[in-house]
Structures are given as structure tokens and as C-alpha cells.
């Protein structure tokens, strides 16, 4: 599977944002896409995952209740709404088709990254 993240920029803080993961290749043996980010300094987490089939999200503690996870199988495309955006969320945003980080390791397909810069 290749991916390609796109939709990132800069946005004040407490504005909104939207990111879009194109997939291309075999997504329909995919089990599940996931976004992760990276801040500066800072190890590369999770921050949102969905199943490519079926019904099943998940938030990682500081996006809840502000970002939601979805996705449109007929585009192969995964989206992240980012609402309330806070400087924190400063990050370069990447998406992952079956992917994760074990022991620091980067596991699954990932896209390129998109940069979100938010301003205070």
C-alpha cells in the first residue's frame, strides 16, 4: 500500500484543519489506518486509528474530543478533522496503513508527512 498524506499548513490556534491520506495499491487486505505525528524534539506518537472495514476508532489521550478519524473507502482516502487546534498540535503529521512503532521501529506502510504548524 502507498499512501499520500496531504492538507497540512499553518492555522491559528482554536481553528481547524483537515488532512487527507490517498491510498493506492492493495488497501483491501488493509485492517486498519492510523495517524501519527511527530512534534519537534520528540518521539513520533499516535494519534488516531480506523478500521478500513467495518466500525472502530481510536483517539490518543490528547486529541480526544477534538480530532476525529474517518475515511471514504470508494476514494481510498483517510481523513483527519482537526478542530480546536492548540500550538501543541504543532507536528509533522503522518498516516500508516496496518502500521505502529514498536521499540522505537517503525512497522506497516507509511506516507510521506505533512506539516502542521499551529500559531498562538
Known amino acids: 500500500v502507498q499512501l499520500q498524506a496531504s492538507g497540512g499548513g499553518l492555522v491559528q490556534a482554536g481553528g481547524s484543519l483537515r488532512l487527507s491520506c490517498l491510498a493506492s495499491?492493495?488497501?483491501?487486505?488493509?485492517?486498519?489506518m492510523s495517524w501519527f505525528r511527530q512534534r519537534p524534539g520528540k518521539e513520533r506518537e499516535f494519534v488516531a486509528a480506523i478500521l478500513w472495514h467495518g466500525n472502530g476508532t481510536w483517539y490518543g489521550d490528547s486529541v480526544k474530543g477534538r480530532f476525529t478519524i474517518s475515511r471514504d473507502n470508494a476514494e481510498s482516502t483517510m481523513y483527519l478533522q482537526m478542530n480546536t487546534v492548540k500550538p501543541e498540535d504543532t507536528a509533522v503529521y503522518y498516516c500508516?496503513?496496518?502500521?505502529?512503532?514498536?521499540?522505537?521501529?517503525?512497522?506497516?506502510?507509511w506516507g510521506q508527512g505533512t506539516q502542521v504548524t499551529v500559531s498562538s
Open positions: 495499491g492493495r488497501t483491501s487486505s488493509t485492517f486498519a
Open positions: 500508516a496503513a496496518d502500521g505502529g512503532i514498536v521499540d522505537g521501529k517503525l512497522f506497516g506502510s
